[in-house]
């Protein structure tokens, strides 16, 4: 597919986000954060109170500014939720026909999530995914994770013709990644109200994987 992509004169990339886009899991962010929290204020001391929960990204960037040496710590608590989640891991219904649709009409396909590599690739040739996907975009390859658009420039150094693109996700985090990476956004499923919050106006929502087909053969 490699030789593919860099011969072809225009590219288009239909770009998914992993859990609770693709695969449905036990895995939960929140938890993830509480747990990492802890491990941080046990070492730190409290972080400031606020009313909004620290997410993921926030506090690693708390340790990588406060105590780097912490960060490997932080990062494995991360890995054991995400290892947890495997075991229960299912495809969304239509995930492999809105792959394999959107892959035979043209499109380089990509995963991009901020999971561990390791995790993710094991999860998707657990469910067969894996043969479907052109690139696979994690937080081991990305300075940043999203909502940052770091993915993003990742993707485009790999596909260096890429002519079009839209993202897929569950969250107003892939929105506002694709927001920021100049790229239209498809929700799938995901709550109206956060999206509203983040300013994430979404190029379309969908909630049915299936109907993915059809936008795309629309804007074609």
């Known amino acids: 597919m490699a030789a593919?992509?860099?011969s072809a004169i225009f590219v288009r990339v239909c770009i998914f986000d992993l859990d609770h886009t693709l695969v449905r899991?036990?895995?939960?962010?929140?938890?993830?954060?509480?747990?990492?929290?802890?491990?941080?204020?046990?070492?730190?001391?409290?972080?400031?109170?606020?009313?909004?929960?620290?997410?993921?990204?926030?506090?690693?960037?708390?340790?990588?500014r406060a105590a780097p040496e912490l960060e490997p710590r932080?990062?494995?608590?991360?890995?054991?939720?995400?290892?947890?989640?495997?075991?229960?891991?299912?495809l969304e219904p239509g995930a492999l026909e809105a792959v394999t649709g959107v892959r035979g009409r043209?499109?380089?396909?990509?995963?991009?999530?901020?999971?561990?590599?390791?995790?993710t690739v094991h999860v998707l040739e657990q469910?067969?995914?894996?043969?479907?996907?052109?690139?696979?975009?994690?937080?081991?390859?990305?300075?940043r994770m999203k909502p940052d658009p770091d993915g993003f420039r990742v993707i485009r150094e790999r596909v260096p013709r890429l002519t079009d693109a839209v993202v897929v996700g569950d969250s107003?985090?892939?929105?506002?990644?694709?927001?920021?990476?100049?790229?239209?956004?498809?929700?799938?499923?995901?709550?109206?109200?956060?999206?509203?919050?983040?300013g994430v106006s979404p190029r379309a929502r969908i909630d049915a994987l299936l109907d993915l087909l059809r936008i795309v053969d629309t804007d074609s």
Do not use: K
């Open 4 to 6: 593919c992509i860099l």
């Open 25 to 64: 899991s036990s895995l939960d962010l929140a938890a993830m954060a509480v747990d990492m929290r802890a491990l941080i204020e046990r070492e730190l001391g409290p972080l400031p109170a606020r009313s909004e929960r620290y997410r993921v990204g926030e506090l690693v960037t708390h340790c990588q």
């Open 74 to 90: 932080v990062w494995a608590v991360a890995l054991d939720h995400e290892r947890r989640a495997q075991a229960d891991a299912t």
């Open 106 to 119: 043209g499109f380089v396909t990509a995963v991009w999530t901020n999971n561990a590599r390791a995790c």
């Open 127 to 143: 469910l067969a995914l894996a043969p479907h996907f052109d690139l696979v975009i994690t937080r081991d390859e990305t300075r």
């Open 172 to 198: 107003w985090v892939d929105g506002v990644a694709a927001r920021a990476a100049g790229v239209p956004f498809i929700a799938y499923r995901a709550d109206a109200v956060e999206l509203a919050r983040h």
